[in-house]
């Protein structure tokens, strides 16, 4: 027999678990796109999609994934031969800077490694270098849902500021949006990146960009930007169609209107944060218990730059594989795979795995998880320290 008949719980990050209420809110036939509900509530959207990342500035909605975001943020703030500086801390920074490379953009790679947060020394040296001021804008990624380091965005806007550069800052929040403290005004950040299906808790479909007066001013010499991706008629939403560049995403803001709901008037952003943070602590104590005289442990050492709705950890001897597929078929959790640490070709691959604890996650079902987890290394007999769920259990109590 097998314990896998009930909810099955996909616990990767992203898509995440969408709420049965954003689900229904979404189970409708199609509204009209010319007048009524849906283009009255849009501006409220808008609104809310401000508060979500702390600013009083511009957004733009696109019927897009994150790497249609990414290339969205790209074009609009570069010409072809421009220089940019970003810096890498683990897959997703990689490839946000494949795609400036192939759009013919001169972008340095900082790379800081699989599993550190970005220095804002060094890029604040690079910065430094740049004499001319060529670099148009520093990059990187808010918590790399790859490695989960999360860099501290106030501290490296304080150290451009300190160095007197103008460089734009792009931050890709995609995976830490509606999960960790994200300030986009008060941290000086003038553009993020962001999608649905992680901490916004709504299926794959929709990419937002927030950027600043600045940003938009520095856009408007970007000479990259084709008329589906420009954000500056969407921003603007004279015309309701704009607002989408075509027909609107009608389903998922429906959708989305729900999860800002939730996240905004029912929970509170501060909750939200919190809620991740207990969770994510919960699942570190559970990893450095199971690791009490094992080399099972957590990738990201420093507690301080671990992002709230991910975490990846190594279980040696493809035991962190073993798990993973134990779990799917035996106990009806899917957890994450080691993007980004080893091939799917290589022996290492099976080594890594990836927790998340993003959007619509309660404390009984990422300590189903951990529980699951422990019986699944009991089975298998993966040598792991004991009194994990003991642990987890007292994370949550703060
Ligand atoms: C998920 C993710 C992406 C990519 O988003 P897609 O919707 O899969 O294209 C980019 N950056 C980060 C940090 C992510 O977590």
């Not at 804008?137 to 160095?163: C, E, F, G, Y």
Request: charged share 20%; proline share 5%.
């Amino acid at each position: 027999m097998s314990y896998q008949s009930g909810r099955h719980y996909l616990a990767i990050p992203g898509p995440s678990v969408s709420p049965d209420r954003v689900l229904n809110a979404m189970h409708r036939t199609a509204p009209n796109i010319y007048e009524g509900e849906l283009v009255d509530m849009t501006p409220g959207i808008v609104a809310d999609l401000q508060r979500m990342a702390l600013t009083k500035q511009h957004v733009a909605i696109y019927i897009a994934n994150g790497h249609g975001v990414w290339e969205a943020a790209i074009c609009n703030l570069f010409s072809r031969g421009d220089k940019a500086l970003l810096a890498a801390t683990g897959r997703f920074g990689w490839g946000w800077a494949e795609a400036m490379q192939r759009m013919g953009v001169a972008v340095d790679v900082l790379d800081f490694g699989k599993s550190s947060p970005a220095d804002p020394h060094r890029i604040a040296d690079a910065l430094k270098a740049d004499k001319a001021h060529e670099i148009r804008a520093v990059m990187l990624t808010h918590v790399d849902t790859a490695s989960t380091a999360k860099t501290d965005v106030a501290a490296v806007r304080a150290a451009m500021d300190a160095v007197c550069h103008p460089a734009l800052l792009a931050v890709d929040a995609i995976a830490s949006l509606g999960c960790d403290e994200l300030r986009m005004d008060e941290w000086g950040i003038d553009v993020i990146v962001g999608a649905s299906q992680k901490g916004l808790m709504v299926p794959p479909g929709l990419g937002f960009l927030w950027f600043s007066d600045k940003a938009m001013e520095l856009s408007r010499s970007a000479e990259m930007v084709t008329p589906y991706w420009d954000w500056k008629p969407r921003a603007a939403g004279e015309l309701f169609y704009q607002y989408f560049g075509g027909t609107a995403p009608t389903h998922h803001l429906y959708g989305l209107r729900e999860a800002l709901t939730m996240l905004l008037e029912e929970e509170g952003l501060p909750a939200v944060w919190l809620r991740h943070e207990r969770l994510a602590r919960a699942v570190w104590a559970a990893f450095d218990a199971w690791g009490k005289g094992t080399d099972i442990k957590l990738n990201m050492a420093d507690l301080s730059a671990r992002g709230h709705s991910v975490t990846a950890a190594t279980i040696p001897s493809g035991g962190a594989g073993a798990l993973r597929r134990w779990l799917e078929q035996e106990a009806g959790v899917t957890l994450g795979i080691g993007l980004g640490m080893a091939l799917p070709t290589e022996p290492a691959y099976g080594d890594f795995l990836r927790v998340a604890h993003m959007g619509h996650v309660n404390m009984h079902m990422t300590l189903g998880v951990l529980g699951a987890m422990e019986a699944g290394m009991q089975t298998l007999g993966i040598p792991h320290g004991s009194g994990a769920v003991d642990a987890a259990a007292g994370a949550l109590r703060g």
